[in-house]
């Protein structure tokens, strides 16, 4: 980078701890200041990670002026935080969803647009290797047309995850603003509406079946129709019993015959194209996928009740912020920006309205019913 970038965060849960792993080892980067409405969580939080300030309120934090604020606090507060951040002239990155309903997200994508910030929106998965060589064979055209997809994520959450003891917010509408669909799916949300989006209409059912005593959706089931013609199966479930089996995968289908996937097996590692049948490619892809594979890559390792202890691997954090640093420095392509980050909550927003009307949900999508 061309200039040194003071970087804040907001927020200093588990997520923040990767947010500042992966910006700490970034050329350019100074860890300028953390916030936290709990004084002491966010000095100790700046001490573990070298941060030279800490800040118990936003407005101190935008007063202090970093040039980026990275925002890592529960879903509800993305879009006010968004708008005081952006609305101030700084530059921000959120973490996923941008938001958990379509409305405060379109307007929280127009403050930052009209403020002349940048707003970007963290999906990292896109940056495994896998999902970057599937992506380019569906805009090669060596799939042809597609034509069907599936997403599938099936996670174990034991029920002592959703305890008021650990995580008040957790399992509430109020609190996490939905269940399975905004906060263990919506990185599949994103790489499915990546790869085949956009869609036309969507038809979905949730339930709690598996996990009662919570308020939010634990099991989701929804077709959808691909604006190019074509459809897509989304199938969701949390496992209230703690295994290492879960994944999450999405399989494409094209006009031509040809089909591929992507699978991350167990939760947190690294996704691979489990799946390849493109004609004269497939000992290649089996080649990479075994090397990749003997590496066992982990954003993060799930264990006991769902607990996630320090990631272990911050390569794809650190390729979105990389990506990030160099549009705000040279101008160059930055893909994962608000409007795109719009793309998968509107298809949130589809998934419970169609749930709670009973209806399909047709695009595009008013906000305002």
Known sequence: MSKIRKLAIVGTGNIARVHAMACSEIEGVEL???????????????????????????????????????????????????????GAGITCMVEKPLAVDLASARQAVEVARNSGTTLGVIFQRR??????????????????????????????????????????????????????????????????????????SLYAKWDNASHPTVEVDTMVAATAALAGGGLTTISFGLNPRQTDKGFFEVVVYGDNGNWASIREEPEGAFGLNTQWEIPGEEDEIRRLTEAEHAQDKRMYRVVEEGRKPPELNSDCYRAQYQEFFDHLDSGSDYSLTGEEGLKSVEIIEAIYRSARTGAPIDWPIDATT
């Open 32 to 86: 300028y200041a953390v916030c936290d409405q709990d004084g002491e969580r966010a000095r100790a939080f700046a001490e573990a990670w070298h941060f030279a300030k800490h800040y118990d309120t936003v407005h101190a934090l935008i007063e202090a002026k970093p040039d980026v604020i990275s925002i890592c606090t529960p879903h509800r507060s993305h879009p006010s935080l968004i708008e005081q951040v952006t």
């Open 127 to 200: 940056y495994w290797p896998a999902a970057q060589r599937l992506k380019k064979a569906i805009e090669e055209g060596r799939l042809g047309r597609i034509i069907q997809a599936e997403c599938t994520v099936h996670y174990s959450r034991t029920p002592a995850y959703f305890s008021p003891e650990r995580s008040p917010w957790r399992g509430t509408w109020e609190g996490e603003g939905g269940g399975v669909v905004v906060n263990q799916a919506s990185h599949a949300l994103d790489m499915l509406q990546w790869l085949v989006g956009p869609f036309s």
